[in-house]
Every structure is written in structure tokens, then in C-alpha cells.
């Protein structure tokens, strides 16, 4: 009896030392694969980091080269062109001894005039309400279907917290933002084809403006009339204000024409946008670029993950372009 209960001791013994053992080894190996997956994340992310930093360096040289083919800006001109999904694998510091199991790397992307929308920093100047902005931002609301209460509460909300009074909200710098304003995100996400947000009050571009924003900042122009600028414009851009002008049918004499300095024919706001899949993984960031005396410097930048879907290609004002011719912030 003694001998028997030896015998099942140290077979329970055994059997426990073998547990232990199996446990230690499946977590030596789960950190080892924690640290493999780790390492790797972290290569990924670094080499979309770069990539889109080179990007974006590729997109601004564009612009400033576009630059000193003088102020006008328009649809016809390289950088309007969209950089289609292209294979970037061959770059990247991937096993050349593995290019079976290598992960492919795409990249694709944009440039899009900010001066071709409306921008909401016009709204508000000098500390309170511009007329003629608030009309043109009035008829793109009811163009859009879109309550005439929610641009008074866009309006209040800029006066307030450009005036950074006692418990009013952030000052936006995105048009994202505006919910911080009380706006609805439908509205936002509305508004988000024909208007902006830039760092300060600009001029309409109209070279690239779409038809509906044309119709919004251009009073007394239809539709029709503005979808026929757009058209004309595609064989030959405007040179000159008084050329767009004619084109609206509009005349220095007539009753409540626009003020010129509303508008111009060049830019100085693009935003630049990349997006980079390698593998399963699929960022897109998003830039805004001012150009200015010959320069093209970042204002902000944000980045954020996506599913792996293709690029979408904006219309109208928001018309692509590339660097060859996701989310968190990042300044």
C-alpha cells in the first residue's frame, strides 16, 4: 500500500512538472511571438511614416515649382492631376531573398485647392459678422437643404470663440472642428465638399471653384449659369478676374456686384493627401500646405487608419492631384 501511494506521488509529480514546464515554454513563446508581432508593427509604421513623408515633400516641391509659372492656378496645370495606386514595394526595405512573402506597398493620392471651397474663417472679420459671406454661406445652406438656424450658430459660435470670451468654445482650425461649435456632424459632413477652414479670411479661386460654390459666392448667378463657367473654364482657364466676371455674366455697373477682392485666380491653401497601404494596413494622411513667396510650408497635418478601400476622387472644387506632377494629429 506504502509502494502504491510512492507510485502515485511521483506520478503526480511528474505530471505537475510537466504542466509547469508546458506552461513556462507557451509563455516563453507567446512573448517571443509578442515581440516578433511588436517589432514588426513598429517597422510598419515607420516605413509608412517615411513613405508619406516623402510624399508630402514630393507634393509641396510640386507646388512651389508651380509657383514660378506665375499666380494663376488652375485645374489644367500638373499638380491637378491625381497619382493613381502605384506599386512602391520595390522601394521599401523589405528581405530581398523573400520577395515572395515580401508585403506590397501602394501608394495614391491628391491635391485639392482649398480656395476652391468657401471658407467659414470668412464668416467672421474684424470681430463680428462679414455680410457678404454670410449671404454666400445662406445660399449654399439652402442650396443644401440645411437650416438657416445652424449658420447663426456658426456664426455666434466664431464671434465667441474668436473673442475667447469666458466659457466659449475652442477655436476651430479644421472644419471637423466646427462641432465644437454646436454645429450637427450631418451639417459638417455636408458642408464638407463645397466650404473649408483655413488659417485666415481668402479669396474664392474661381478656376477651381465647382459649380454649387460658384453658385453660392457669385450673387445673382444660376446654376446652369455656373455649371457653364465650369465648362468653359476646362478649354480655357481664366486669366484675370474680368475674365471670370464675363463669364458669369457679371458687369462692373450692374446693381450689387461683387466686391473683386472676394475672389481671385490664383491660390495660396492646398491640402495634400496620401494614402499608403502595405500589407493589411491602410493609413491616409491628410496635410494643409500654404504656398507663399515661392514657399510651400505645412500648417497641420492628421493621419488616420482606414480600411482597405480605394481612394475616393473628389469633384468640383475638391478635384485630385498629385505629388508627380488617419487618426491623430500631427503638426
Do not use: C
Not at 495614391?108 to 463680428?128: E, F, M, P, T, Y
Not at 494596413?281 to 510650408?297: H, I, M, P, W
Amino acid at each position: 500500500m506504502k509502494r502504491l501511494r510512492q507510485r502515485g506521488v511521483a506520478l503526480l509529480t511528474a505530471m505537475l512538472t510537466v504542466t509547469l514546464v508546458a506552461t513556462f515554454a507557451s509563455a516563453a513563446l507567446w512573448q517571443q511571438w509578442r515581440s516578433v508581432e511588436i517589432e514588426a508593427a513598429e517597422r510598419s509604421r515607420l516605413q509608412m511614416q517615411w513613405v508619406l513623408n516623402g510624399a508630402l515633400d514630393w507634393a509641396r516641391l510640386i507646388l512651389q515649382e508651380d509657383a514660378r509659372n506665375g499666380e494663376v492656378d488652375h485645374l489644367s496645370e500638373p499638380w491637378a492631376l491625381p497619382l493613381q495606386e502605384a506599386r512602391l514595394s520595390s522601394f521599401l526595405a523589405l528581405d530581398a531573398g523573400n520577395t515572395d512573402d515580401a508585403m506590397e506597398a501602394f501608394l495614391s493620392g491628391q491635391i485639392s485647392d482649398q480656395q476652391g471651397l468657401l471658407n467659414v474663417r470668412n464668416l467672421v472679420q474684424a470681430g463680428k459678422a462679414n455680410t457678404a459671406s454670410v449671404q454666400a454661406f445662406g445660399r449654399l445652406f439652402t442650396l443644401l437643404k440645411l437650416p438657416r438656424s445652424q449658420l447663426d450658430l456658426l456664426v455666434d459660435g466664431l464671434l465667441a470663440s474668436d473673442a475667447a470670451l469666458p466659457g466659449a468654445p475652442l477655436k476651430p482650425m479644421r472644419l471637423d472642428q466646427l462641432v465644437w461649435l454646436g454645429l450637427p456632424g450631418s451639417t459638417v459632413r455636408a458642408l464638407s465638399a463645397y466650404a473649408t477652414l483655413l488659417p485666415q479670411a481668402t479669396p474664392l479661386n474661381l478656376n477651381t471653384a465647382g459649380a454649387e460654390t460658384l453658385y453660392a459666392a457669385l450673387p445673382g448667378l444660376d446654376l446652369a449659369r455656373a455649371q457653364q463657367m465650369v465648362t468653359q473654364r476646362t478649354t480655357a482657364h481664366f486669366k484675370i478676374l474680368a475674365e471670370a466676371f464675363k463669364a458669369a455674366g457679371i458687369t462692373a455697373d450692374q446693381p450689387l456686384a461683387p466686391d473683386p477682392n472676394n475672389f481671385s485666380v490664383g491660390s495660396h491653401f492646398f491640402a495634400v493627401r496620401g494614402r499608403l497601404r502595405l500589407g493589411e494596413s491602410v493609413v491616409q494622411e491628410v496635410s494643409l500646405v500654404e504656398r507663399s513667396a515661392g514657399q510651400a510650408r505645412v500648417v497641420w497635418r492628421q493621419r488616420e487608419a482606414l480600411s482597405a478601400a480605394p481612394l475616393a476622387t473628389s469633384t468640383g472644387a475638391s478635384t485630385t492631384a498629385s505629388p508627380s506632377t488617419a487618426k491623430g494629429s500631427l503638426q
